[in-house]
């Protein structure tokens, strides 16, 4: 999935669509400054990597959409460090992402950023370090074998994020990495809130098609009809909230999102998903 190429930060393939959500966060004060999203830090990185959000900039329902989606998740976090202060964040796939930097966690919450190594080498590098927030190079999938590197201490409650990242995965291996997460919670008998975003079968299909992603060899390859389906994935998985970002994210996606949920009888055409795991 990872190698390098030029005039992409030397990213290609997944890993070069971390500019796509890196570009959203950079022009959001001037293209969506009623969302009132500001991320500093973000504008900083780009600037370090030379790195022109013009790129991607122009497919405006995407930058909306990551920034709507990007507080969806910067809610999440902060109502589980909040409940939980002494909690484990894990955060897969987070790309150039800036969220603990915008969250500043408290000192008894320990944070870990899993990507791709040349991911994690481009973080360690840009992101700015904060007290107990670490990178981990890994494959956020092989949860087996990174969960043994992180302090997920017996017992202690574990809020594990993906964003951007579970439509990239195979069908297969969205399966296999969703039941190494339970499998991993239940062998310490953690609670576990998993927060993913999750596409519908038409944006797999239509991927090739869509305006940021198909400037990268990337594509997605996995989706669900209706996000209860996860719970069906890995057993003791329990859908607690879902968010229509399509129908949060501008008129055009509002309207997709709409004639979509018409004809399916209500499904979503994209969505985020909180579930709960191991507290019943
Ligand atoms: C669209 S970007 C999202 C980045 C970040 N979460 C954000 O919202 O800005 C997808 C990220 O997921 C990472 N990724 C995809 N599959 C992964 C895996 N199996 N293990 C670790 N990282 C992965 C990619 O390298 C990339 O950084």
């Known amino acids: 999935m990872s190698g390098k190429s030029s005039g992409s930060a030397g990213l290609s393939g997944v890993p070069e669509t971390l500019l796509i959500t890196l570009a959203a966060r950079v022009v959001a004060s001037s293209q969506n400054a009623d969302l009132g999203f500001v991320d500093p830090a973000a504008e900083r990185i780009a600037a370090s990597l030379k790195f022109d959000p013009g790129r991607f900039s122009d497919d405006h329902a995407s930058m909306r959409g990551t920034i709507v989606r990007a507080q969806w998740f910067d809610g999440i976090a902060r109502r589980f460090i909040e409940a939980q202060p002494d909690?484990?964040?894990?955060?897969?796939g987070s790309g150039l992402d800036t969220r603990a930097n915008r969250?500043?966690?408290?000192a008894g919450v320990d944070w870990i950023d899993i990507d791709f190594p040349e991911?994690?080498?481009l973080r360690d590098r840009l992101v700015p370090p904060l007290g107990r927030t670490r990178n981990l190079a890994a494959d956020g999938t092989a949860v087996a074998t990174w969960a043994q590197?992180?302090?997920w201490d017996a017992g202690r409650a574990t809020l594990v994020m993906a964003e951007g990242v579970s439509m990239y995965l195979e069908p297969r291996e969205a399966a296999t990495w969703l039941r190494g997460?339970?499998?991993?919670?239940?062998?310490?008998q953690s609670r576990m809130t998993l927060a993913l975003d999750l596409a519908s079968p038409l944006m797999v299909r239509q991927s090739h098609r869509h305006p940021s992603v198909s400037?990268?060899?990337?594509?997605?390859?996995?989706g669900v009809r209706r996000p209860e389906e996860v719970n069906s994935l890995a057993e003791g998985l329990v859908l607690s909230e879902s968010y229509d970002v399509a129908a949060h994210s501008g008129?055009?996606?509002r309207i997709a999102a709409a004639i979509y949920r018409a004809v399916t009888r209500g499904r979503p055409i994209y969505c985020c998903a909180r579930f709960e795991y191991g507290t019943g």
Do not use: Y
């Open 119 to 121: 991911v994690t080498e």
């Open 87 to 92: 909690g484990l964040v894990i955060s897969i």
């Open 103 to 106: 969250i500043a966690p408290p």
């Open 181 to 188: 997460l339970t499998d991993a919670a239940s062998a310490r």
């Open 215 to 222: 400037k990268t060899k990337a594509r997605f390859q996995w």
């Open 149 to 151: 590197t992180v302090p």
């Open 251 to 253: 008129t055009a996606s």
